[in-house]
């Protein structure tokens, strides 16, 4: 196990313990075990547990040095699954509901013996957690609002958990010696945010031994639907799939029906018969004249002729030709004018991972980061990349261990020296995810600002004010001529909660004139500023900055998430900040430093 795999562990246990009411002092332990861990490198934890040593590390003592070690070993803890196993798995679903913290959830069971969701929901709604020590009315209000939440939200599934479930089927049923061609199809393959069940589309010359390897993957916990060219599965996740099975002649047309949108494929179908031609997901066809749905889907169905009454088509190039289209990219499906684009002109190739030759915004242990700015810098290597920009979060961040000036500067040292010392090919800029205060001043004084390569202006508090207020505040931040870049612009964490209230056309507007670049924020919870805002604001000169906003290492691989939502919003290379080489952008933060100056 690496390191942060280990520390999730650690504060897994701390919030267990506390669900069961262990003593504090025992379950602060945990806690502070884990961030104690977070500081240390990971060769100097492999070398600490070699040589017996990791007890000697502050924070950490001989109890805890033993688990950390058999995790980091065996990747396992006997007293961590024992202990999972003690507890009634209602009171952990419960801490998903926000405001619930593992003392209150102590106290409902306890005092209301409460012992899961449905439970809980009950005893709000009678009113009785109102009542109890510590809680009220408001409390309880917002415990059933969150209930409400979770059920509406848990529908869905955030992009890349959907993508990190279907590659591996994808790969696996490539491999299959039936399958000729596999793929995902749907919202996941249109790179939307959220996802509400998977497609796979297969082309293969047998049904039932694809049928019977999808059925057992592992992970099912349902069969919900099982035919003679299909299945669903439901998965222990709460995720759905579903796989269809096609003659190899028919996969581009499956594929392109089963990509969507909806709204896509009722567009290509109106453009088909425009053309005296029926579209479905069997095939094009001529249309005969008026009859019928059930006549013209019989007329559609495969047939031994379809090869005969039409061209054959092969891919799903080939079938946006035959209704003389461009090819579309599936991010673009989703029938928002994208046809009389490619009507009319080729359209631009969309930005890619390969693309990026670097990223900003990405946090350290400095502030609540979990890897070093030494490891966060190897893994920008590892990526091949030029250059990482380092945004740890600034003083009024204290919930987030936001640095002082004078930690700032210390970094900024740190950070100058690592370059000076060439250990990696990567140069690392230095910078800060400065809070845009609630009256939109910035959260450095501008001499300490001026230290800086680059600022990222985020807002972190004060959610709540009303539109106007809010929108005043961030382009006060955006006016600011130390400002570089503007950071998650509506705060929204997909799933689980809304961005505050902005005007994001005037942020937009603001950006513009004042020669700020829009981050687009690539944790897959934000993808903030939204894919449906990029094309427009980047015509009109909006530059992009795809953003990871990494915790950790394995964070900074984000950026495909916010590639896909950048190809989604249409953008270029051109358009996108950090696919710049590193003179290019050095000379474009100097000019901006320069400007600011003066
Ligand atoms: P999701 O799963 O809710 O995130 O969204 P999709 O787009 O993956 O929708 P899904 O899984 O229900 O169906 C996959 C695609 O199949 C959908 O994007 C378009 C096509 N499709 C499904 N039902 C219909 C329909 O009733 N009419 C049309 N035109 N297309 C449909
Ligand atoms: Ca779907
Ligand atoms: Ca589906
Ligand atoms: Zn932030």
């Known amino acids: 196990m690496t390191k942060n795999e280990i520390a999730d562990v650690l504060s897994d246990i701390g919030t267990l313990l506390e669900l069961k009411g262990e003593n504090p002092f025992k379950v602060r332990a945990y806690q502070s075990g884990a961030r104690a861990l977070e500081a240390i490198e990971e060769a100097e934890l492999a070398r600490l547990i070699a040589n017996d040593e990791l007890q000697s590390v502050k924070g950490i003592g001989e109890a805890l040095g033993q688990k950390i070690g058999e995790l980091h070993c065996t990747g396992r803890l006997e007293f961590f699954e024992k202990l999972k196993a003690s507890i009634e798995p209602g009171l952990v679903d419960m801490l998903q509901i926000p405001g619930l913290g593992p003392k209150k959830i102590r106290a409902l069971h306890d005092k209301l013996s409460i012992t899961d969701i449905p439970g809980l929901t009950q005893a709000c709604t009678d009113g009785r957690v109102a009542e109890l020590d510590g809680f009220g009315a408001k409390t309880q209000e917002k415990i059933l609002a969150g209930i409400r939440n979770r059920e509406a939200y848990g529908r869905r599934h955030l992009w890349w958990h959907a993508a990190e479930v279907a590659e591996p089927i994808v790969q696996g049923l490539r491999a299959l010696p039936q399958v000729k061609r596999a793929e995902s199809a749907g919202s996941l393959r249109r790179g939307l945010e959220t996802v509400g069940d998977l497609d796979f589309i297969v082309a293969a010359t047998e049904v039932t031994p694809v049928v019977d390897w999808f059925v057992a993957l592992p992970g099912v916990k349902e069969v919900t639907a099982r035919g003679d060219t299909k299945a669903s599965v439901r998965f222990e996740s709460g995720l759905q799939a579903d796989l269809r099975i096609v003659p190899d002649e028919q996969f581009a047309f499956a594929l392109h029906h089963f990509t969507g949108s909806k709204d896509h494929n009722v567009q290509m179908r109106q453009r088909a018969l425009a053309r005296g031609l029926s579209l479905s997901e069997w095939g094009l066809v001529p249309a005969e004249g008026e009859g019928t749905v059930?006549?013209?889907?019989?007329?559609?169905?495969?047939?031994?002729?379809?090869?005969?009454?039409?061209?054959?088509?092969?891919?799903?190039?080939?079938?946006?030709?035959?209704?003389?289209?461009?090819?579309?990219?599936?991010?673009?499906?989703?029938?928002?004018?994208?046809?009389?684009?490619?009507?009319?002109?080729?359209?631009?190739?969309?930005?890619?991972?390969?693309?990026?030759?670097?990223?900003?915004?990405?946090?350290?242990?400095?502030?609540?980061?979990?890897?070093?700015?030494?490891?966060?810098?190897?893994?920008?290597?590892?990526?091949?990349?030029?250059?990482?920009?380092?945004?740890?979060?600034?003083?009024?961040?204290?919930?987030?261990?936001?640095?002082?000036?004078?930690?700032?500067?210390?970094?900024?040292?740190?950070?100058?020296?690592?370059?000076?010392?060439?250990?990696?090919?990567?140069?690392?800029?230095?910078?800060?995810?400065?809070?845009?205060?609630?009256?939109?001043?910035?959260?450095?004084?501008?001499?300490?600002?001026?230290?800086?390569?680059?600022?990222?202006?985020?807002?972190?508090?004060?959610?709540?004010?009303?539109?106007?207020?809010?929108?005043?505040?961030?382009?006060?931040?955006?006016?600011?001529?130390?400002?570089?870049?503007?950071?998650?612009?509506?705060?929204?964490?997909?799933?689980?909660?809304?961005?505050?209230?902005?005007?994001?056309?005037?942020?937009?507007?603001?950006?513009?004139?004042?020669?700020?670049?829009?981050?687009?924020?690539?944790?897959?919870?934000?993808?903030?500023?939204?894919?449906?805002?990029?094309?427009?604001?980047?015509?009109?000169?909006?530059?992009?900055?795809?953003?990871?906003?990494?915790?950790?290492?394995?964070?900074?691989?984000?950026?495909?998430?916010?590639?896909?939502?950048?190809?989604?919003?249409?953008?270029?290379?051109?358009?996108?900040?950090?696919?710049?080489?590193?003179?290019?952008?050095?000379?474009?933060?100097?000019?901006?430093?320069?400007?600011?100056?003066?």
């Open 294 to 598: 059930k006549a013209k889907v019989a007329r559609a169905k495969p047939a031994a002729d379809a090869s005969s009454s039409g061209p054959a088509i092969a891919s799903e190039r080939e079938l946006f030709t035959a209704l003389g289209l461009h090819f579309i990219p599936p991010e673009l499906r989703e029938g928002l004018g994208e046809i009389e684009w490619a009507e009319k002109v080729e359209l631009p190739r969309l930005v890619e991972t390969g693309d990026l030759r670097g990223a900003f915004h990405n946090h350290t242990t400095a502030s609540d980061g979990r890897n070093t700015l030494a490891e966060m810098t190897a893994a920008a290597e590892a990526l091949g990349w030029e250059y990482l920009g380092i945004a740890d979060h600034s003083k009024s961040s204290f919930q987030a261990n936001g640095l002082s000036e004078e930690r700032l500067l210390r970094q900024v040292a740190e950070i100058r020296a690592l370059n000076e010392s060439r250990r990696f090919k990567t140069h690392v800029f230095a910078g800060v995810e400065c809070d845009i205060l609630a009256d939109g001043r910035l959260d450095f004084a501008d001499d300490v600002l001026a230290r800086l390569d680059y600022i990222v202006a985020s807002v972190h508090n004060a959610f709540a004010q009303d539109e106007a207020t809010m929108t005043a505040r961030i382009v006060r931040a955006i006016e600011h001529p130390a400002t570089t870049m503007l950071g998650h612009v509506t705060g929204r964490l997909l799933l689980r909660r809304e961005g505050y209230k902005v005007d994001v056309g005037r942020a937009i507007d603001a950006a513009i004139a004042n020669n700020v670049i829009i981050e687009l924020n690539a944790s897959p919870w934000r993808l903030d500023l939204d894919w449906r805002h990029w094309r427009k604001a980047a015509e009109r000169g909006l530059l992009c900055s795809v953003n990871p906003d990494a915790h950790e290492t394995a964070g900074l691989e984000h950026v495909r998430a916010g590639i896909n939502a950048a190809r989604k919003g249409g953008l270029t290379r051109e358009q996108v900040f950090n696919t710049r080489p590193l003179r290019e952008v050095t000379a474009w933060l100097e000019q901006r430093r320069a400007k600011a100056r003066r």
